[in-house]
């Protein structure tokens, strides 16, 4: 296990001290054991993706709304963190190669921040070039007011609210056409780009034969 995994796993702990159980590793997420064929962890409930108006790095608006009819991937980034964010951006951007073209069209990468005063556009265009990641994912961020109210919605911890940057809830969650989240895959478990390739594709064939709007 590298330092970083090995940092990120106490971190974790950590973090979730600060927060008095509030959802931060596995075992408290409302998520068991994968199932259903997913490698990764299922949400005990199928909570809907929250409502949200972000800007990406680009200055392009994006709504919750916009991506029904589509899986997304969403996951919780911080420019600064060296612990869990880094693996993440990577092992991302290396799973969209891993998938066809029409695979992909059907998938929605999204990041959101839980770092805002640092995530600036400059930080966020560096983090990604660093971590390989450009052209994979949507890194949306806004007012931390705007935030805040989100995080809550999401169950997780952010690096705003822990004053660490690398102290800060990092799923990489899984939400189906209809906006319900199905799975999860953690940092030094079970996130590797085949993982996350396998519960992609078996999100989009489940899906095929569900209303997006279910």
Same mark, same amino acid.
């Given at each position: 296990?590298?330092?970083?995994? /090995?940092?990120?796993?106490?971190?974790? %702990? $950590?973090?979730? $001290?600060?927060?008095?159980?509030?959802?931060?590793?596995?075992?408290?997420? @409302?998520?068991?054991?994968?199932?259903?064929?997913?490698?990764?962890?299922? %949400?005990?409930?199928?909570?809907?993706?929250?409502?949200?108006?972000?800007?990406?790095?680009?200055? /392009?608006?994006?709504?919750?709304?916009?991506?029904?009819?589509?899986?997304?991937?969403?996951?919780?980034?911080?420019?600064?963190?060296?612990?869990?964010?880094?693996?993440?951006?990577?092992?991302? +951007?290396?799973?969209? &190669?891993?998938?066809?073209?029409?695979?992909?069209?059907?998938?929605?990468?999204? %990041? !959101?921040? #839980?770092?805002?005063? #640092?995530?600036?556009?400059? =930080?966020?265009? $560096?983090?990604?070039?660093?971590?390989?990641?450009?052209?994979?994912?949507?890194?949306?961020?806004?007012?931390? +007011?705007?935030?805040? &109210?989100?995080?809550?919605?999401?169950?997780?911890?952010? +690096?705003?609210?822990? @004053?660490?940057?690398?102290?800060?809830?990092? &799923? #990489?969650? !899984?939400? =189906?056409?209809?906006?319900?989240?199905? +799975?999860?895959?953690?940092?030094?478990?079970?996130?590797?780009?085949?993982?996350?390739?396998?519960?992609? /594709?078996?999100?989009?064939?489940? =899906?095929?034969?569900?209303? &997006? @709007?279910?």
């Amino acid at each position: 296990m590298s330092w970083r995994v /090995r940092r990120w796993t106490i971190l974790s %702990a $950590a973090a979730m $001290a600060l927060t008095g159980g509030l959802v931060v590793a596995t075992l408290i997420t @409302g998520e068991k054991p994968g199932a259903q064929g997913y490698r990764g962890n299922l %949400a005990v409930v199928a909570s809907p993706l929250p409502d949200f108006a972000l800007r990406d790095q680009v200055g /392009r608006l994006v709504r919750s709304t916009e991506l029904r009819g589509k899986v997304t991937l969403l996951t919780f980034l911080d420019t600064k963190c060296t612990a869990a964010c880094p693996i993440i951006a990577s092992q991302v +951007a290396r799973t969209l &190669p891993l998938l066809t073209h029409d695979e992909r069209a059907q998938i929605a990468v999204v %990041a !959101i921040s #839980v770092a805002p005063k #640092v995530d600036t556009p400059a =930080n966020i265009h $560096a983090f990604l070039r660093r971590n390989h990641a450009e052209g994979a994912l949507r890194y949306l961020t806004g007012r931390e +007011a705007q935030l805040r &109210p989100l995080w809550k919605a999401f169950q997780i911890l952010s +690096a705003a609210e822990s @004053g660490e940057d690398d102290t800060h809830s990092a &799923p #990489v969650r !899984i939400y =189906n056409r209809g906006g319900r989240w199905i +799975a999860t895959q953690h940092v030094g478990a079970d996130l590797s780009p085949d993982n996350l390739a396998h519960d992609l /594709r078996l999100a989009l064939a489940a =899906n095929e034969k569900e209303d &997006p @709007g279910d």
